[in-house]
C-alpha cells in the first residue's frame, strides 16, 4: 500500500517538478529581456500555476494518507506555520527598522526548513513520547 | 487510553504488518495504537473491533 502510495506521489509530483524547474527557467530568462510593465510581470509569474500544482498534488497525497499520518502532517504544517510566520515577521521588522538586510526569497527557505523540522519533530514525538 | 490490541494480534497470530494490511493503515499507526501513542478514531476503532470480533469496550479500556 505505501509502496504504491510513494509511486503514486512521485509520479504525480515528477511531472510538476520538472514542469516547475521549466517554467522557473523560461521566466528567469524571457523576462529579464523584456522592458518593466505588465507583460513582464505575466512573464514572471509563468511558475505560479505549477506551484499551485504542486499545492494540489500535496493535498491529494495528504487525503490519501491513513489518519494518524495525517494527524502528524496537519500537526507538523502548524507547528511549521507558526514557527516560520513568527520569524519571518521577526526578520521583516529587523529589516524594517535597519537592523538587518533581508531579501523576500528567505521567506519561502524559512517555511521549508521551518516544515522538514516539524515533520521529524512530530514524527518522533509519536514515535516516542506521545 | 490503554488498550488490548497488540494481546489480540498476538492470538491471532499476525504480525503489524498484517494487521495495518487488514484495516488499511499504515504499520506505524498500528505500532502507536499498540503502544498507547495514539488512540484511534471511531470508525478505526469500530474496524479493529470488527476484525477481532470483539467490542469496542473489550479492547479499548479508558485509562490514563
Excluded: H
Amino acid at each position: 500500500m505505501a509502496f504504491a502510495q510513494t509511486r503514486r506521489y512521485l509520479r504525480d509530483m515528477g511531472l510538476v517538478t520538472l514542469f516547475y524547474i521549466a517554467s522557473v527557467f523560461v521566466a528567469g530568462v524571457v523576462s529579464k529581456r523584456m522592458e518593466p510593465g505588465a507583460l513582464r510581470i505575466l512573464v514572471a509569474l509563468i511558475p505560479l500555476p505549477s506551484i499551485a500544482w504542486m499545492a494540489y498534488a500535496e493535498m491529494r497525497r495528504l487525503r490519501r494518507r491513513d489518519e494518524l499520518r495525517q494527524r502528524v502532517e496537519v500537526e507538523a504544517m502548524t507547528i511549521a506555520f507558526a514557527v516560520s510566520f513568527c520569524v519571518i515577521v521577526m526578520l521583516t521588522f529587523l529589516d524594517l527598522f535597519g537592523a538587518l538586510k533581508t531579501s523576500l526569497p528567505v521567506a519561502g527557505l524559512i517555511m521549508a526548513v521551518c516544515w522538514l523540522a516539524a515533520q521529524i519533530w512530530v514524527r518522533l514525538r509519536y514515535r516516542y513520547w506521545a | 487510553m490503554n488498550n488490548r490490541v497488540r494481546e489480540l494480534r498476538s492470538s491471532s497470530g499476525w504480525s503489524q504488518a498484517e494487521l495495518a494490511d487488514r484495516l488499511d493503515v499504515s504499520r506505524q499507526t498500528v505500532n502507536a495504537i499498540e503502544t498507547g501513542k495514539y488512540d484511534p478514531s471511531l470508525p478505526l476503532a469500530f474496524a479493529i473491533a470488527r476484525l477481532f470480533g470483539e467490542s469496542i469496550e473489550a479492547i479499548f479500556i479508558p485509562g490514563k
